[in-house]
């Protein structure tokens, strides 16, 4: 049975296969043969034959890990990311294209990424001259997630150069996780600043970046694949719990995370939103403090970062706080989570 084919509840996190249908060729270009690389960990290279198809989140970072682990390359994710782009995203890739200009495409990306993955969410941020394109995985004990990060980030490269041509270079990439050992594969392609052990992983770009056209958009297209993406969209919606939980990621990371802001961009009042999510069974402050510990949990992981920034990433008011915190989630000490994560990993 191929995974095209496995059976998908509606609360499980999924993601189409087109921005993974490359790694096939990346396999047989690291001198590996695809179907028995995939069928040493139950998967069928058929599920590449549609970028359409469906996986769940976890099955999909699990297939990484294994490639990881059989070719032994440390920069997997990226390579497969060097082959992704607007092309990958579909219908929304397509109206991306089909923007007046970069900010329009962009914003539709963030708008709509959740037709494309729903374990993880495509933010942007603007602040004075800089602009920020991110990605945060917002599915739990994923695996692979530098790698997976890593293929993000450079799709969101691919991303703004389709759209802006060679007209924007970077100002930085950034990557949440620890400075790998090899970082020329990295280097040669971005041709731009690395952060490695940064807060969060993306591409900063000079903001004046948004501001121009998209060469060949057509308003009348733009107009026909709105319509179908909304059709697709009602669909897509899931419970509120679910969508309020894909904003907080973002919106924590770029300290928005306030019961009103959140409130607001569902174009409600506060109160409303908390009645919303009792009729869930949950609470904004349970979901809150749920991003807060994967958040945490992600940088604590991947990253080298100071418990002192992860509380400042965070909104605490200094590292004691989050460690109280971090300590009511998970009934132990930030320090002692990430000594311990660092121990599973060598043994």
Same mark, same amino acid.
């Given at each position: 049975?191929? !995974?095209?084919?496995?059976? *998908?509840?509606? %609360? ?36 590449? #034959? ?11 970072? +699990? ?12 920069? /997997? ?19 991306? !294209? ?7 495409? *962009? ?7 959740? !037709?494309?993955? &729903? ?27 530098? +790698? ?12 703004? &150069? ?27 392609? /971005? ?29 009348? +297209? ?16 899931? #419970?509120?719990?679910?969508?309020? &939980? ?13 019961? #009103? ?8 009042? +506060? ?11 949950? %609470? ?23 418990? %002192? ?5 965070? #909104?605490?008011?200094?590292? %004691?706080? /989050? ?25």
């Amino acid at each position: 049975m191929t !995974l095209t084919k496995e059976k *998908l509840q509606s %609360s499980d996190t999924t993601v189409r296969i087109a921005t993974l249908i490359a790694l096939p060729a990346v396999l047989k270009e690291l001198g590996y043969e695809p179907a028995m690389v995939l069928a040493e960990i139950g998967f069928d290279l058929s599920l590449f #034959d549609n970028p359409e198809n469906i996986i769940s989140y976890a099955k999909r970072s +699990q297939l990484i890990r294994h490639c990881v682990n059989q070719t032994g390359c440390s920069h /997997f994710g990226h390579l497969i990311g060097r082959h992704a782009d607007t092309s990958s995203f579909g219908l929304v890739g397509l109206l991306m !294209l089909q923007s007046t200009d970069v900010a329009t495409a *962009l914003r539709s990306l963030v708008r709509f990424a959740h !037709l494309h993955v &729903r374990g993880a969410v495509i933010y942007l941020e603007e602040k004075d001259d800089q602009a920020f394109l991110g990605y945060s995985i917002v599915q739990s004990e994923i695996e692979a997630q530098e +790698q997976i990060e890593d293929g993000a980030v450079t799709i969101a490269f691919n991303i703004l &150069r389709n759209l802006c041509d060679t007209k924007c270079h970077p100002s930085n990439i950034l990557f949440a996780h620890r400075k790998p050992v090899n970082t020329h594969p990295f280097r040669q392609f /971005f041709k731009a600043p690395l952060s490695f052990d940064a807060e969060r992983s993306g591409v900063l770009f000079p903001a004046s970046c948004l501001q121009q056209p998209v060469m060949g958009a057509n308003p009348e +297209q733009r107009r026909l694949l709105q319509r179908q993406i909304d059709q697709l969209e009602n669909s897509f919606r899931g #419970d509120f719990a679910e969508q309020v &939980r894909r904003v907080l990621h973002p919106a924590l990371l770029t300290h928005q995370a306030s019961a #009103d802001n959140i409130a607001a961009l569902f174009s409600i009042q +506060q109160r409303t939103m908390h009645r919303r999510l009792k009729t869930c069974s949950t %609470s904004f402050q349970k979901l809150a403090d749920e991003s807060r510990f994967e958040i945490a949990r992600q940088l604590l992981e991947n990253s080298s970062i100071k418990l %002192s920034q992860i509380a400042e990433t965070l #909104d605490y008011a200094d590292a %004691s706080a /989050f460690t109280r915190a971090f300590r009511r989630w998970s009934g132990t000490i930030p320090s002692l989570w990430r000594e311990r994560y660092q121990h599973e990993l060598t043994v």
